[in-house]
């Protein structure tokens, strides 16, 4: 799967890089405030929709579902974001879920 | 003020555009999906901030903490806008949080 | 067809959603001004060449030709786009329009 | 006047890189193809608009009203770049546009 | 192979616009500064990686190659677009990257 | 001073978030490959020019300018993200290189 072969290249390459990477999206995920587990994860789907990163939204679906949120909540997050991003932008992000919850288990990072 | 201003200027020039777009914006809130009032207001204050549109932010903000949403909250979604935005575009929406929480009334829009 | 498919999807699950979005682009495009038709698409079409959306792009592509512009006003107004967007995305907008042209039927939404 | 003042500079400092960004411009302007130079400007304020380039949307505004171009058309130009960019932007290029209109002496570039 | 496609096809069309952009990037390129012929490339595939074109990222990063770059300098420059643009912006570019020097002949444009 | 006073609020009130997106900067820069300091700030130069971000860029020109970067490289680097990016992009990032140069010690991060 592509997404976690450019990740892979990336963690064999420069392991250093990824840990301080995840280390502080970790710090922003668990100190960065109040907010639980599915809320954080609509809100990291909501930025990587509004900003039309195809790999990133499929990591944060996945792991929204993860958290337990339901295909309805994300389909809301996405939706969302169309007044503020644009209609183009809102409908790429959607077709993206579509396919995610047709076939997870291929498209699944 | 300004938002309003530029707002009430659209509102009488254009009533039935500025309808339309608040019937949409309605329409995606309200018939979008299952996700609560604050919940919703906190995804649309990080596709703001993640899209960097100031005035946007503002209402957006304005409104997240009228539905009960805390300081911490905005600011936690905020921060979490910025493994995958970058950190400028998370400082300049942290900047306009610190300035609406320090002034509500001048800057509410 | 991929981008009928993604809407279809959207006016089945949303109907009303749709219909608000409609409307907002119908306001904008009937009352926004005195602007004609060929002018509209034109201007929609550089829009989507200037902000990257390849199914926006082809939407206003195909109305700005059933309008009646002609393939060359479609490129000029892609080629205008190119000093203030830079030259990649004026580069890909302008494939998308070659290839438009190549196959309407096929492509066309 | 800012705008001037830091082309200026540029023009004063490499004119060789004006000059063949100027003879760019020209060429896709002029020999892109057959729109009237009404209708290039409209393409070009849309585009600025779209993208958010303060300035150059002062330039293209203050070289579409020389063109001929009624501040309606403007207006409507700006306005239908709203359901593909998105209604925040849209606002930002209303408000230059009202504030150019006011002052055009002053802010004219 | 795509890229010499769509240009070739807008050298044959316009070949005054293309020799115009030519010209300009020639212009900035050799007269804009102190620079050295590697340096440039870096900064081109910095400002292609960081704005998310995959082409122009192409055709720079098969110009630093040959201006002698090696692959863990453009690697580096990639590398450190991240803070700033965020790390799906960088992961896409870090891709392409490794696409190119698998296969240089067939992707290089 | 303004950046300044954001990031002081930042690092007193999420002193681990930042200590970490600090790390994950300091792996990129110092470890992600064999760039030397100078052609490193000039990258960040560019990326943060290209991307439009006014506080990032001061940052970046200050450190690249202590790193032992002439202003003249600074002004090189800005203009060769004009054919990429566009030219008002690069314009409003020379402007910032400009204001720097005048006066670093007001505007010095």
Redesign the interface.
């Known amino acids: 799967m592509?997404i976690r072969d450019?990740?892979d290249?990336?963690i064999e390459?420069?392991p250093?890089?990824y840990?301080?990477?995840s280390?502080?999206?970790?710090?922003?995920?668990e100190?960065?405030?109040?907010?639980d587990e599915r809320?954080?994860w609509?809100?990291?789907v909501?930025?990587?929709a509004?900003?039309g990163?195809p790999?990133?939204q499929l990591t944060h679906m996945t792991k929204a579902l993860e958290a337990g949120c339901?295909p309805?909540?994300l389909?809301?997050?996405i939706?969302?974001?169309?007044?503020?991003?644009?209609?183009?932008?809102m409908?790429?992000a959607?077709?993206r879920l579509?396919e995610h919850l047709r076939s997870p288990e291929e498209i699944r990072p």
Chains 1, 2, 3, 4, 5, 6 share one sequence.
């Open positions: 592509k450019n990740l290249a990336l390459k420069h250093e890089i840990e301080a990477y280390r502080f999206g970790k710090a922003v995920h100190q960065g405030g109040p907010l809320t954080r609509l809100i990291k909501a930025t990587s509004a900003l990163y790999k990133a339901t309805e909540e389909e809301h997050t939706l969302l974001v169309a007044p503020t991003a644009g209609f183009p932008r409908m790429e959607m077709e579509r």
